[in-house]
């Protein structure tokens, strides 16, 4: 979630000193004299100390301390919060549950967390109705206030789009694919027939797979929570334009996240990229300055959401009081939007959108691509997606195990759908 994004009017808006100023009134610590030290589990950069806030808050309440404590893969860092849940110790006040794992930990471990939907001051009207939804147990308790959110747009090469004949122009790019990712790679055939050497349409066939799985509400799983993987139309679609984008050289043949990705980006080896607004700061690092001005960004074919996370309080905390004032503090649409400008952390509070600091940024690296208003509007039509339990764990067999076997083995499709369905079955019981 880093990146380097302009402001063209960054006066903070007086709610926020409002909000800060009621914060500072009501909120426990510090009465009787001692200093309370709240601690805060995430894993990546959320970016609250980046942000300055975390610094900000306990200025704003001289009893408060507070410590982050940050493991950087999320695939560490969930496994050993089950872990603590499981054992009730070893907890921070405040721990970070990124989307993959929220239906899990609201439907199987829910009582183990605070009711933060009755928490002061916190109303179900500031979310999107979506992110709101994720994290609501079976009986209606909410036990996790959203953070970011990963609206997909993609990010293009106006250089080698140029080059293959085709609109450079972020509107007009939008439009050569609106609402269906089939026009997307009809796209990557027009420039697969005239682009510039060395160079393919898209990156991988997994990212595809990624960004055209979340715009379907049911995935994985159907509304009754019956496991859908097999079966399920979004799955299958998605698996099958995937496929068919590799089948048709449009891929670069890489894994995502992975050194030859990085080093793609340097290269300049693809021309397009699934992007959701974490991906920014991504770009921009591994392209480097060569690639300053030569990217945009355009709306992606259909809305869908890839990521986002949660701040939830677990009951086994020593500080739960002071911990829930912080956590409510934190996901406010005033601290969302500072989140915004420093780290292009797209707020999951359709409040910040409106704020000046996110309706007129500008990411300079990307064209001045006005990224606040594309990723809103794509927040806004994202569906409410169907989690289950094990989402993780069978997303993961799909993109790390099935498409590689595609793309990078040379596997027929048919065999890479087969060892997919093994790998679930093996890894988790559906």
Known sequence: MRGSIRIRRAA???AVLLTAALLAACAPGGADGRTTTLTVGTFGVFGYRQAGLYAEYE??????RVRESVIERNDVYYPQLLTHLAAGSGLADIQAVEVGGIHDVAAARGDLFEDLGKAPGVRRSTWLDWKWAQATTPDGRTIGLGTDIGPVAVCYRKDYFRKA?????????GRLWVGDWGGYLRIGQ???DRAPAGTVFTDSAAGLFNAVLHGYAERYYDRSGRPRFADSPAVRASWELAVRAVREGLTARLKQFEKPWD?????GRFATVACPPWMLGYIKEKSGAAGHGRWDVAAAPRPANWGGSFLTVPRAGRHRAAAIALATW???PEQQTRLFVKQAAIPSTPAAYAMPQVASAHNPYFGDAPIGQIFAAAARGVPTLVIGPDEQQIGSAFVDVGIPQVEQQGRSPAAAWAAVQREIHNAVDP
Do not use: E, F
């Open 12 to 14: 903070l808006l007086p």
């Open 59 to 64: 200025r704003l309440h001289p009893g408060i």
């Open 165 to 173: 004949g085709l609109p450079t122009d972020r509107a007009a790019v």
């Open 190 to 192: 027009r420039y697969r």
């Open 263 to 267: 080093q793609a980006y340097a290269n």
């Open 330 to 332: 934190l996901t406010a």
